[in-house]
């Protein structure tokens, strides 16, 4: 019988677990399960390119994190034990391993992100991607049901021949993202130091996007004094390196105001999301941050569909069609959901060139549809640049017509049951029946994740079900507290008849 359960490393289309062990428990990601999960990406990468094992070669690189290091050496013997040469990129960013599969002097057939993202520092896991890009949920589990069926191949084998080489990735890939800056800029502004006028402060939560400041913006001209959390380290002891981290988002505001900056940048640990900071201080995130990206896309390509996810306000949906003249596809929450989205609609003939989360995973049809920070960061530099050559404006005024509900909330609900999933549809089923008995509340059409209810005026909430967990998730908006209160009044009368949902935080 296996000590290792495979099955509970699944998190989406990730490998993820607890990788130091805690007061609060043991961990589940261990040295052992890395070799094994190596050694099966290998053989399932094999089967799928038809290919020979000891014909490919892999890339593997890691954030910040503690546990990175020994995982990144687990990982790669798996990998050799099943034949392939591994190429060690150290300290990198989860879009440039997958660059790495297409990028001119790397290409290689496969590449491992070790990160676990935003989550606490006992936390790892892996992303895999192949030059189609990321892998779906479904390779991920076939990954692993192959290390459980084949443990005896690779737990306590030392028959195999150590194959690994240095490569320094994260050089090319700044030089990448600085060329897609030149390239894009107005003939008027110096392309040697396109960024020589500004002040650009960094914070990069002490993950693995350091390298955007000195490698980059220093590069391009920028003065990045005031940057700050540059240097790696796993314990993340300023905050927590996620952007939509309240206290991370203040920290890099603090910053920009204190240095009078240009623009603040601030990305999460891995560096495949992002937000930015104006020169007022102002954060751009959420869906001020769709609201900017949108922009700057549908400059290029009026009329095209910008796909978000589920919980994007009503003034967004307002300001891209009827300000940009752009269409908005509401989809569900999740980043690879948003993506694979958009890419359905360019495969029957919809120009759906932007596919962004709230959480800040934006990716571009002109990167691969990548979920990319510093592609997202690079584009908003060029239209810096570009504004203050053609008209001398900022860019926190390209967004200064978008409208916001004054107060936004999430509230999350506990199912107690183990088989949640048809309990919570029902009650969804049952909201849509209720909905009708009030006056000005109506279903939003075009709705594609539980049900989205528009209250008049800006109002709104979402009820819908956690992607992952036993939870059913409330989203309101609302611009007076009065009207706020009515909704959830209205909710909480709705959901008492349910006794498994633990609606408390509604109160």
Same mark, same amino acid.
């Given at each position: 019988?296996?000590?290792?359960?495979?099955?509970?490393?699944?998190?989406?289309?990730?490998?993820?677990?607890?990788?130091?062990?805690?007061?609060?428990?043991?961990?589940?990601?261990?040295?052992?399960?890395?070799?094994?999960?190596?050694?099966?990406?290998?053989?399932?990468?094999?089967?799928?390119?038809?290919?020979?094992?000891?014909?490919?070669?892999?890339?593997?690189?890691?954030? &910040?994190?503690?546990?990175?290091?020994?995982?990144?050496?687990?990982?790669? +013997?798996?990998?050799?034990?099943?034949?392939?040469?591994?190429?060690?990129?150290?300290?990198?960013?989860?879009?440039?391993?997958?660059?790495?599969?297409?990028?001119?002097?790397?290409?290689?057939?496969?590449?491992?992100?070790?990160?676990? =993202?935003?989550?606490? /520092?006992?936390?790892?896991?892996?992303?895999?991607?192949?030059?189609?890009?990321?892998?779906?949920?479904?390779?991920?589990?076939?990954?692993?049901?192959?290390?459980?069926?084949?443990?005896?191949? /690779?737990?306590?084998? =030392?028959?195999?021949?150590?194959?690994?080489?240095?490569?320094?990735?994260?050089?090319?890939?700044?030089?990448?993202?600085? !060329?897609?800056?030149?390239?894009?800029?107005?003939?008027?502004?110096?392309?040697?130091?396109?960024?020589?006028?500004?002040?650009?402060?960094?914070?990069?939560?002490?993950?693995?996007?350091?390298?955007?400041?000195?490698?980059?913006?220093?590069?391009?001209?920028?003065?990045?004094?005031? =940057?700050?959390?540059?240097? $790696?380290?796993?314990?993340?002891?300023?905050?927590?390196?996620?952007?939509?981290?309240? +206290?991370?988002?203040? &920290?890099?505001?603090?910053?920009?105001?204190?240095?009078?900056?240009?623009?603040?940048?601030?990305?999460?640990?891995?560096?495949? @999301?992002?937000?930015?900071?104006?020169? &007022?201080? @102002?954060?751009?995130?959420?869906?001020?941050?769709?609201?900017?990206?949108?922009?700057?896309?549908?400059?290029?390509? $009026?009329?095209?569909?910008?796909?978000?996810?589920?919980?994007?306000?009503?003034?967004?949906?307002?300001?891209?069609?009827?300000?940009?003249?752009?269409?908005?596809?509401?989809? #569900?929450?999740?980043?690879?959901?948003?993506?694979?989205?958009?890419?359905?609609?360019?495969?029957?003939?919809?120009?759906?060139?932007?596919?962004?989360?709230?959480?800040?995973?934006?990716? /571009?049809?002109?990167?691969?549809?990548?979920?990319?920070?510093?592609?997202?960061?690079? #584009?908003?530099?060029?239209?810096?640049?570009?504004?203050?050559?053609?008209?001398? !404006?900022?860019?926190?005024?390209?967004?200064?017509?978008?409208?916001?509900?004054?107060?936004?909330?999430?509230?999350?609900?506990?199912?107690?049951?183990?088989?949640?999933? +048809?309990?919570?549809?029902?009650?969804?089923?049952?909201?849509?029946?209720?909905?009708?008995?009030?006056?000005?509340?109506?279903?939003?059409?075009?709705?594609?994740?539980?049900?989205?209810?528009?209250?008049?005026?800006?109002?709104?909430?979402?009820?819908?079900?956690?992607?992952?967990? $036993?939870?059913?998730?409330?989203?309101?908006?609302?611009? +007076?507290?009065? #009207?706020?209160?009515?909704?959830?009044?209205?909710?909480?009368?709705?959901?008492?008849?349910?006794?498994?949902?633990?609606?408390? !935080?509604?109160?």
């Amino acid at each position: 019988m296996s000590k290792i359960k495979w099955e509970k490393l699944l998190s989406g289309t990730d490998v993820r677990g607890k990788a130091i062990e805690t007061e609060a428990g043991k961990a589940n990601l261990t040295e052992e399960a890395a070799v094994g999960i190596g050694f099966s990406f290998v053989n399932w990468l094999a089967e799928k390119l038809d290919s020979k094992s000891s014909e490919l070669k892999i890339a593997v690189g890691h954030d &910040s994190r503690l546990s990175a290091d020994s995982l990144k050496k687990a990982l790669a +013997e798996g990998m050799n034990l099943a034949g392939a040469r591994v190429y060690n990129a150290d300290l990198a960013s989860t879009p440039a391993m997958f660059m790495s599969t297409v990028l001119e002097g790397h290409q290689y057939q496969g590449a491992v992100m070790i990160t676990a =993202s935003h989550l606490p /520092f006992d936390k790892n896991g892996f992303k895999f991607f192949t030059r189609e890009g990321g892998l779906e949920k479904e390779d991920v589990i076939k990954i692993l049901e192959i290390a459980a069926a084949g443990e005896d191949k /690779f737990l306590n084998n =030392s028959d195999y021949q150590k194959n690994v080489e240095d490569i320094n990735l994260i050089e090319d890939y700044a030089e990448h993202i600085k !060329s897609i800056i030149r390239d894009n800029l107005n003939p008027k502004v110096d392309p040697k130091q396109p960024l020589a006028d500004f002040k650009i402060v960094v914070d990069a939560g002490n993950g693995s996007g350091g390298f955007f400041a000195s490698q980059i913006l220093e590069a391009l001209g920028a003065d990045t004094e005031g =940057s700050q959390f540059l240097k $790696p380290d796993g314990n993340f002891p300023n905050h927590a390196p996620n952007p939509e981290d309240k +206290e991370a988002m203040h &920290s890099i505001q603090k910053a920009v105001l204190e240095n009078k900056a240009d623009l603040g940048i601030i990305f999460d640990t891995d560096v495949d @999301r992002a937000a930015v900071v104006d020169s &007022s201080g @102002r954060e751009i995130n959420r869906n001020k941050l769709i609201a900017l990206a949108a922009t700057i896309v549908l400059e290029n390509e $009026p009329g095209a569909t910008i796909v978000t996810d589920s919980v994007t306000s009503v003034g967004l949906k307002d300001f891209i069609e009827n300000k940009l003249g752009g269409v908005h596809h509401r989809f #569900k929450r999740g980043y690879k959901n948003v993506i694979n989205e958009a890419k359905r609609l360019e495969a029957e003939g919809v120009n759906a060139p932007l596919a962004i989360e709230t959480s800040g995973h934006a990716a /571009f049809k002109d990167n691969y549809f990548l979920d990319d920070g510093a592609y997202l960061v690079a #584009k908003v530099l060029v239209k810096m640049a570009n504004l203050k050559e053609e008209n001398g !404006s900022k860019i926190g005024d390209l967004i200064a017509d978008l409208k916001e509900a004054k107060i936004k909330e999430e509230y999350r609900m506990k199912i107690r049951l183990d088989d949640f999933k +048809e309990y919570a549809q029902n009650i969804l089923a049952d909201l849509k029946e209720y909905i009708q008995e009030i006056e000005n509340w109506e279903i939003a059409p075009k709705n594609y994740q539980g049900v989205r209810v528009n209250c008049g005026g800006s109002d709104w909430f979402l009820m819908r079900m956690s992607l992952h967990d $036993p939870v059913i998730v409330l989203n309101v908006e609302s611009d +007076e507290k009065e #009207k706020l209160e009515f909704i959830l009044t209205k909710i909480k009368g709705f959901l008492n008849k349910y006794d498994k949902v633990n609606s408390e !935080s509604l109160n």
